[in-house]
Each structure stands twice: as structure tokens, then as C-alpha cells.
């Protein structure tokens, strides 16, 4: 019996930029709104559905905080966001005039709290639009995995990965810290540093 996990998907350093350029340069009326959706979930690590749930009430705008309402059983964050996620944030909502801290951060064409489906369907718009070749990470929860991948690379410790993502048992976190090829690079580097001592 194999027991082997999936492999998962996720963009690279490369592929994450370019999604971001072909939204922020695509001719869309929402791409204000696209722009600040992709960068939250991909800062936060938050999936569609939490992404959908999102209320003025979860932001704190003089701190550029985000409450992070976790599903699936995940423990609640709070993250601070980046200066240029934080001014798309700011500027949606100003633009959307959302005033309300009970109204929905984000919305569809109808004025419904945007839809799992809907982030699906503009995670594949964009990513054909960035070229990203491999359709398999053509779906919204390869920004989740993407920020874990990216997160790690980055020597974030595996408890520091664990509360940033919200997962209840550091098993679920394991996964993120496979060898990807920046992580093997680095272990290589270090090798090479040790050799050139004995």
C-alpha cells in the first residue's frame, strides 16, 4: 500500500509575479478588486471560502490588520498585512464604499458576497493569462499552498509556519517543508561552506 501523500500544488516565486501582473495589467472593471483579493489570500493564506466571508469588522484599517476567520476547523489569526496589499485594500473599499462594518468586503456583480466558484473561475482567467502552463495549479487553493511553500523557503520555523496558516496540529504544516529546490540549494550551499573547512 503506497502511503505516500499528493503532491501539492503551488505557484513559484516566478509564477506568483506574473499572476499578479496579469492581473494588475489586465483590462478588467474589477481588477482593483481582483488585485486585493488575490494579494489577501495570498499574504494570509486564506482560502475561497474564507475570502468570501470577510467583513469591514475583520479589518483594522489604521493598523492594516486582518482577522482571519479560519474554516475547516483552523484557529483565528490576525496578520498584519504588507504596505501594497494593505493600499489595494484600502482603495477597494473606498472605491466600493463599503461603510458598513457588517457589509462584505467583497463582492459579486449582484452585490452577493463573492462566490467560491467565481474565485475559481478568475484564478484560471489569470493564471492563463500569466501563462502558467500547468493547469493543475489553475484553482484558488494553490495561493494557500503557494503562501506555505513561499513561507518556508523564506526560513519561517515550522510553529511560526503553523500559527501563520492556522492549522490546529503542526502535522498539516509538515507537508510545506518537503525539499524544493531553493531549500535543496541552501543545504547544498551549506555543504559546500563545511567541506571547505576540512
Given amino acids: 500500500m503506497n502511503s505516500t501523500k499528493p503532491?501539492?500544488?503551488?505557484?513559484?516565486?516566478?509564477?506568483?509575479?506574473?499572476?499578479?501582473?496579469?492581473?494588475?495589467?489586465?483590462?478588467?472593471c474589477h481588477s482593483l478588486r481582483d488585485l486585493a483579493i488575490f494579494r489577501l489570500a495570498y499574504r494570509c493564506?486564506?482560502?475561497?471560502?474564507?475570502?468570501?466571508l470577510l467583513k469591514l469588522e475583520n479589518y483594522n484599517i489604521s493598523k492594516g490588520e486582518l482577522y482571519c476567520n479560519r474554516l475547516q476547523g483552523s484557529n483565528n489569526n490576525t496578520i498584519?498585512?504588507?504596505?501594497?496589499?494593505?493600499?489595494?485594500l484600502n482603495k477597494h473599499i473606498e472605491k466600493s464604499m463599503i461603510l458598513s462594518s457588517q457589509d462584505t468586503i467583497f463582492k459579486s456583480q449582484?452585490?452577493?458576497?463573492?462566490?467560491?466558484?467565481?474565485?475559481?473561475?478568475?484564478?484560471?482567467?489569470?493564471?492563463?493569462?500569466?501563462?502558467?502552463?500547468d493547469k493543475s495549479k489553475h484553482h484558488f487553493h494553490a495561493l494557500k499552498h503557494t503562501t506555505a511553500v513561499h513561507l518556508a523557503e523564506c526560513d519561517m520555523d515550522i510553529k511560526?509556519?503553523?500559527?501563520?496558516?492556522?492549522?490546529?496540529?503542526?502535522?498539516?504544516?509538515?507537508?510545506?517543508?518537503?525539499?524544493?529546490?531553493?531549500?535543496?540549494?541552501r543545504m547544498y550551499s551549506k555543504l559546500e561552506v563545511k567541506s571547505e573547512l576540512v
Avoid at 503551488?10 to 499572476?19: D, S, V
Avoid at 498584519?80 to 489595494?88: A, E, M
Fill in 80 to 88: 498584519r498585512l504588507d504596505k501594497k496589499t494593505k493600499d489595494l
Fill in 45 to 52: 493564506g486564506l482560502r475561497a471560502s474564507e475570502i468570501s
Fill in 110 to 133: 449582484k452585490n452577493k458576497p463573492i462566490s467560491r466558484q467565481t474565485l475559481d473561475y478568475l484564478m484560471k482567467k489569470y493564471c492563463t493569462l500569466a501563462k502558467i502552463e
Fill in 160 to 185: 511560526e509556519l503553523q500559527w501563520w496558516l492556522g492549522h490546529k496540529s503542526v502535522s498539516n504544516t509538515e507537508i510545506y517543508f518537503q525539499f524544493t529546490t531553493k531549500q535543496q540549494e
Fill in 7 to 28: 503532491k501539492i500544488k503551488y505557484l513559484t516565486q516566478t509564477e506568483a509575479i506574473n499572476l499578479f501582473n496579469s492581473i494588475e495589467h489586465s483590462n478588467s
